[in-house]
């Protein structure tokens, strides 16, 4: 119930003074008090009913107003038993803070009021309880006759005059009345991503739930997003139910995608048109994304997510690699609009996603590596999309396959790593320091917190036991690639 409801009843409240939007706040409850501080007793949201007995002199009345409007009020109404009218110093004072005045008529008691306002209330919550039964059956018959989710929600919103949207985490639409622009889909995604609680109410009048996930997660949940709710409909049930259904829908395109990874195992054939690859790569705590389990599960679900129609496998080293028709530019700039909505909900994961087009006469097995390639150099950032470039030596080598890699650094760094696990001398991380510095003596030093000459140490035992000559460009090519290969997910062990 709203203030100005209260001055539509038969109750004969007569409206003194309060701005127009001040009218349309709810009335939580009734509280009577005079006390000369009323602090104590009224709570935020509450029509205050006061006699004016605590009215001495015009000086009274901002104090004790103001006092009211900092508690929380919405409104106040007064009694003109003590007075036989309002004075004026009362009405100026509701007006400096913001409060509806409300004149009270002598006859209709401060009780009359409270049971009024109970009254209303039974009665709104009886009438909502009987909507959300009829509401919740109707829903639950139109999922059993397997109506789909899109015809439920413009069906449902046009019911009860609402706005209603559901997207999936990267802000991809599921459903919805009408179009959303980018901006705004950003900025709801962006919200709901960082809350620290759902459901959340936002500027305009747009208010989001949670559809599935568990609990804080936010890379595999969606969002239902509805408009123009009033009190009278009780929009805390009605989103909790219409988000219930729509978390059927949710899990039962989860399945849907599970069954299609159990039944479509046969390798991609890239001659059948052109392809492109897509391979996404989580970079985090291992025991996060390994072991097939619900993270894998949900990065999967997104790649097909924000590549509508493409097909998707997980490699030896568990990346998941998707295919889709189309060119790399325009699968990059699609991956980069929408993956960005991720990177709230990310957290300590960095997603470095590549991209690559299966050129004439290369192998599925070659493209792939490339988009794995073009991952691995990624920017260490919450989300980062390349396109794989192979004209440098880092993408020729990139395309040879994994096993062949392999062996070429374990054969180049194996004395190293023989030698570290005896002494403990950490001669594999300063020449990936040192590498990573460009040759730099002295930023290796500064970044290692070491003395020069140690790092001078270190390199030059590096160069006896591997046989390279980190002076010459072929020697540190070697090395250089050795270090990618064995420091990229799912090779040698360390």
């Not at 990177?343 to 192998?363: D, F, M, N, Y």
Request: net charge neutral; glycine share 8%; aromatic share 4%.
């Amino acid at each position: 119930m709203l203030v100005r409801d209260m001055l539509a009843e038969p109750l004969g409240l007569r409206l003194l003074g309060g701005a127009t939007a001040a009218l349309e706040r709810p009335v939580a409850r009734i509280c009577v008090t005079d006390m000369p501080d009323p602090t104590p007793f009224v709570t935020p949201g509450a029509l205050v009913c006061t006699g004016l007995v605590w009215r001495h002199d015009a000086d009274d009345s901002d104090r004790y107003v103001g006092l009211l409007a900092r508690a929380g009020a919405v409104a106040v109404a007064a009694g003109m038993s003590l007075h036989g009218r309002v004075p004026p110093d009362v009405v100026a004072a509701c007006a400096r803070h913001g409060l509806p005045l409300l004149e009270v008529p002598e006859r209709v008691p401060f009780s009359r009021m409270i049971e009024y306002l109970a009254g209303r209330n039974a009665d709104m919550r009886l009438r909502r309880a009987k909507s959300g039964m009829a509401r919740q059956r109707r829903l639950l018959s139109a999922v059993a006759d397997g109506r789909d989710i899109a015809a439920l929600i413009d069906e449902f919103a046009r019911d009860c005059g609402i706005s209603v949207w559901l997207l999936t985490a990267t802000g991809m639409p599921v459903a919805g009345t009408e179009p959303l622009s980018d901006d705004r889909i950003d900025a709801l995604v962006a919200a709901a991503a960082t809350a620290s609680r759902l459901p959340l109410s936002l500027p305009g009048g747009y208010a989001v739930w949670p559809v599935g996930g568990r609990f804080g997660d936010r890379l595999s949940v969606w969002y239902l997003v509805i408009r123009g709710a009033t009190d009278e409909q009780d929009p805390d049930e009605l989103g909790a139910d219409l988000a219930a259904i729509a978390e059927l829908y949710r899990m039962r395109r989860l399945e849907l995608l599970r069954m299609t990874w159990e039944r479509d195992r046969s390798p991609v054939d890239a001659a059948s048109g052109p392809m492109v690859a897509v391979a996404f790569d989580p970079v985090t705590k291992p025991e996060q994304w390994s072991g097939g389990g619900p993270g894998r599960d949900a990065l999967r679900a997104i790649a097909h997510d924000v590549l509508p129609g493409a097909t998707t496998e997980v490699d030896a080293d568990g990346r998941i690699i998707a295919w889709v028709r189309g060119t790399e530019q325009n699968i990059a700039a699609q991956l980069r609009r929408r993956l960005i909505r991720l990177a709230p909900a990310l957290r300590e994961v960095r997603l470095r996603v590549g991209v690559s087009a299966c050129r004439g006469g290369e192998s599925a097995t070659g493209t792939a590596a490339s988009a794995v390639a073009a991952a691995s150099v990624a920017a260490d950032e919450p989300v980062d999309v390349r396109v794989a470039d192979v004209d440098s030596a880092v993408g020729l080598f990139t395309t040879i396959p994994d096993q062949l890699q392999r062996r070429f650094a374990d054969r180049v760094l194996g004395p190293l790593v023989d030698y570290d696990e005896r002494t403990g001398a950490e001669l594999l991380q300063t020449l990936e320091v040192f590498l990573g510095c460009a040759g730099s003596w002295r930023q290796a030093a500064d970044r290692m917190h070491l003395h020069l000459n140690t790092v001078r140490y270190r390199i030059g035992r590096v160069e006896e036991l591997t046989g390279r000559d980190l002076g010459r460009l072929d020697d540190r090519l070697d090395l250089y690639l050795a270090v990618r290969a064995r420091s990229r997910p799912g090779a040698l062990p360390a």
